[in-house]
Nanobody
Framework: VQLQASGGGLVQAGGSLRLSCTVP????????MGWFRQAPGKEREFVAR????????YYADSVKGRFTISRDNAKNTVYLQMNSLKPEDTAVYYC?????????????????WGQGTQVTVSS
């Protein structure tokens, strides 16, 4: 299953972007959907996740209050609304998914990944 991420770009500090992750032709009703990011020379880090059923969310402390994850069931799409962006948010952002009961933030627990979309925040 190939997730399709989009919406990255170049924005000034304090600006906003919205990332989208679409799963064409498949329903991820029992899945957790997550966003991760990876900056040059750094490990991939957890950003946010949402449970498709019920919509419960969880955020990394570094983005809490600035980023919002949501989903549109009809479009099979998960969004990451990013506000008050900072230069340290610059990274390639990946969407990912796994099926399970428990909540995970480690990337090794996620089975499906999108191709990544670049977000660059200038100071």
């Amino acid at each position: 299953v190939q997730l399709q991420a989009s919406g990255g770009g170049l924005v000034q500090a304090g600006g906003s972007l919205r990332l989208s992750c679409t799963v064409p032709g498949r329903t991820f009703s029992s899945y957790y959907m997550g966003w991760f990011r990876q900056a040059p020379g750094k490990e991939r880090e957890f950003v946010a996740r949402i449970r498709w059923n019920g919509g419960s969310t969880y955020y990394a402390d570094s983005v809490k209050g600035r980023f919002t994850i949501s989903r549109d069931n009809a479009k099979n799409t998960v969004y990451l609304q990013m506000n008050s962006l900072k230069p340290e948010d610059t990274a390639v952002y990946y969407c990912a998914a796994y099926s399970g009961v428990y909540h995970y933030t480690h990337p090794d627990k996620y089975d499906y990944w999108g191709q990544g979309t670049q977000v660059t925040v200038s100071s």
